[in-house]
């Protein structure tokens, strides 16, 4: 029962930091798909549209 109870003071300090990292990593990359292809993708301007020729 002692060792379920600590499991953070068991782990490398590498280990948790490459967990850090891929967990703001997975973070970004979710905010970044729901800004592109989400709701708030309705208010992204086209520059590409706005300067047709």
Known sequence: MDNDR??????EPATVLSISIAVIVVAIT?????TA?????????????????
């Open 30 to 34: 979710g905010f970044s798909v729901y």
């Open 37 to 53: 292809f989400g709701p708030p993708s309705n208010k992204l301007a086209d520059p590409f549209e706005d300067h047709e020729d």
């Open 6 to 11: 600590n499991l953070t003071t068991n782990m």
